[in-house]
């Protein structure tokens, strides 16, 4: 028999944890993690100077720098596994006053992933910035292990229901702890590989770079994947407390 306080806790923990991995889920698919606002190009010698960045950015190898400039030059948001650019959808767009723009994105495989990054982006024989490569590939591994604990947490506590079983609780509870740390830490990472690349690669004039909703989402799934293990642990421990005291109760 479960007390009414147990049960509603682990609803409400049941609820942040569906609700926290929504949210985490929606930020690793979407590409407003970072965004740059660039000014308006006016002038057909600039005009072409794009095309030729944005063809270089659809078409060309994979290569930081490259995607990197034409990031902060037309408008780019940038996410775990999207990079995007605003495109006019009009060739003579620059003569416009008002010209409409449509979103262009690439994805980043799993091979770019893993591709090591240079003291000097772009440079190859610069050597290897380790700090910014471990980043890297920390921003892209935390959120897939912070989804797989849910995962795994959502099956231990499928079987706990078939039998009946508030013993694995506490399991579960610190599997939602570690996956908010995990969230947590993608956060921080993906901020301060950020920051370092921004400080190899000098944003050009007048180019503004902002936080996007998608790493807003994450940073909000963190807590809330916190609160809920705060409320599978209190639920654990005070349903065995009261287990063990029932039971020395009936022994007496």
């Given at each position: 028999m479960v007390d009414n306080r147990f049960a509603t806790a682990l609803v409400i923990a049941c609820v942040l944890s569906l609700l926290a991995t929504v949210y985490l889920s929606?930020?690793?698919?979407?590409?407003?993690?970072?965004?740059?606002?660039?000014?308006?190009?006016?002038?057909?010698?600039?005009?072409?100077?794009?095309?030729?960045?944005?063809e270089e950015f659809m078409d060309g190898e994979f290569d930081e720098k490259t995607y990197s400039d034409t990031l902060f030059r037309l408008n780019g948001t940038v996410?775990?596994?999207w990079r995007c650019v605003s495109v006019p959808a009009n060739a003579q767009w620059y003569k416009e006053p008002d010209p409409k723009f449509v979103l262009e994105c690439r994805?980043?495989?799993l091979s770019h992933q893993f591709i090591p990054k240079y003291k000097e982006p772009g440079n190859h024989n610069s050597?290897?910035?380790?700090l910014r490569t471990y980043?890297?590939?920390?921003?892209?591994?935390?959120?897939?292990?912070?989804?797989?604990?849910?995962v795994l947490a959502a099956l231990i506590?499928?079987?706990?229901?078939?039998?009946?079983?508030?013993?694995?609780?506490?399991?579960?509870g610190v599997f939602h702890l570690i996956a908010g740390l995990c969230t947590l830490a993608?956060?921080?990472?993906?901020?301060?590989?950020m920051d370092l690349l921004h400080r190899v690669s000098m944003l050009p004039d007048k180019v503004d770079g902002s936080l996007g909703w998608s790493l807003y989402l994450a940073l909000i799934s963190s807590p809330l994947h916190m609160m809920s293990?705060?409320?599978?642990?209190?639920?654990a421990r005070s349903h065995s407390q009261n287990y063990y005291r029932m039971s020395a109760y009936r022994v007496a």
């Amino acid at each position: 028999m479960v007390d009414n306080r147990f049960a509603t806790a682990l609803v409400i923990a049941c609820v942040l944890s569906l609700l926290a991995t929504v949210y985490l889920s929606v930020a690793i698919g979407t590409q407003h993690w970072y965004q740059y606002s660039s000014p308006p190009v006016r002038g057909e010698a600039n005009a072409s100077d794009l095309r030729s960045l944005y063809e270089e950015f659809m078409d060309g190898e994979f290569d930081e720098k490259t995607y990197s400039d034409t990031l902060f030059r037309l408008n780019g948001t940038v996410g775990l596994w999207w990079r995007c650019v605003s495109v006019p959808a009009n060739a003579q767009w620059y003569k416009e006053p008002d010209p409409k723009f449509v979103l262009e994105c690439r994805s980043f495989t799993l091979s770019h992933q893993f591709i090591p990054k240079y003291k000097e982006p772009g440079n190859h024989n610069s050597g290897e910035d380790l700090l910014r490569t471990y980043l890297w590939r920390c921003q892209f591994l935390l959120p897939l292990v912070s989804l797989g604990l849910i995962v795994l947490a959502a099956l231990i506590g499928f079987c706990a229901c078939l039998c009946r079983s508030l013993t694995p609780t506490l399991a579960i509870g610190v599997f939602h702890l570690i996956a908010g740390l995990c969230t947590l830490a993608t956060v921080c990472c993906y901020l301060a590989g950020m920051d370092l690349l921004h400080r190899v690669s000098m944003l050009p004039d007048k180019v503004d770079g902002s936080l996007g909703w998608s790493l807003y989402l994450a940073l909000i799934s963190s807590p809330l994947h916190m609160m809920s293990a705060a409320l599978l642990v209190w639920a654990a421990r005070s349903h065995s407390q009261n287990y063990y005291r029932m039971s020395a109760y009936r022994v007496a």
